[in-house]
């Protein structure tokens, strides 16, 4: 599914329930996170969808290297030549998408979470057992705007993973949390602000005090890894998911 204009010049692309963000401004086109290997077909059409072209993605920002945010950036390295961004503690991840640390085993969600089923099922088909690693060439700094087009501000909140980082658009009032802050999480089925369940998260408890670097940004639209955009502000989303806690 794509939708343009999600917030004023950053597109959406959801395909098999992980989101992608491309961000534009008159430099070109920042692609936030790389899906899965499915959806490159999808990821094309949107980029000419916006009156662009493939060759007008300037950069890769990841917030996090887990396997469905890397799935088709060593296919963009390829294709474009173009950076790719993350932070420092997300380089050997980035290589390895697969070796991430989680609190909980993975085996039991389905069981415990049958609603996640169908969603666990559609990231399998859309290649989640098939990424291939990429090289992270770039380091995010908190607090400093990455240059690239829409110039996002880094906001570094580790939990979900050691290096996990969001990216603040203040002029647009826009937060993307990448998977910090999610309104599905996959391993539960279970919607509304929240973080990751500890099948996929390293240390829920950090990952619940980096919420008050989002809330801080106090932006309006809170766009997240996984789900639909939160229009009722990052500081209600970060009461939402202090309430539901840990998973």
């Known amino acids: 599914m794509f939708t343009a204009d999600i917030a004023p010049g950053v597109h959406l692309i959801e395909h098999a329930n992980v989101n992608c963000y491309l961000v534009e401004d008159e430099e070109g086109l920042t692609l936030v996170d790389a899906g899965l290997p499915g959806v490159w077909t999808e990821l094309g059409q949107a980029i000419r969808a916006v009156g662009r072209r493939p060759e007008d993605v300037k950069a890769l920002v990841l917030t996090h290297a887990h396997f469905d945010h890397v799935g088709v950036a060593r296919r963009l390295v390829q294709r474009l030549g173009i950076p790719v961004y993350g932070h420092r503690d997300e380089r050997t991840l980035a290589a390895h998408p697969y070796r991430y640390a989680h609190e909980n085993p993975r085996a039991t969600y389905p069981l415990r979470h049958p609603r996640a089923v169908p969603i666990l099922t559609s990231m399998l088909f859309a290649g989640a057992l098939g990424v291939k690693g990429v090289h992270v060439t770039d380091d995010l700094d908190p607090f400093v705007p990455v240059p690239v087009p829409g110039r996002p501000r880094v906001i570094a909140c580790p939990g979900h993973t050691a290096g996990h980082c969001a990216l603040h658009l203040p002029d647009r009032d826009v937060l993307l949390t990448g998977d910090a802050l999610v309104t599905l999480d996959p391993y539960t ?14 240390d ?22 996984h789900g639909r955009p939160w229009t009722g502000g990052i500081e209600g989303a970060v009461t939402e998911a202090r309430r539901h806690g840990r998973a």
């Not at 089925?189 to 390293?202: D, H, L, N």
């Open 189 to 202: 089925g279970e919607t509304g602000p929240r973080i990751v369940a500890g099948a996929a998260t390293a």
């Open 204 to 225: 829920s408890d950090v990952a619940l005090r980096s919420l008050d670097a989002l809330a801080q940004t106090q932006a309006g639209t809170v766009l997240t890894g």
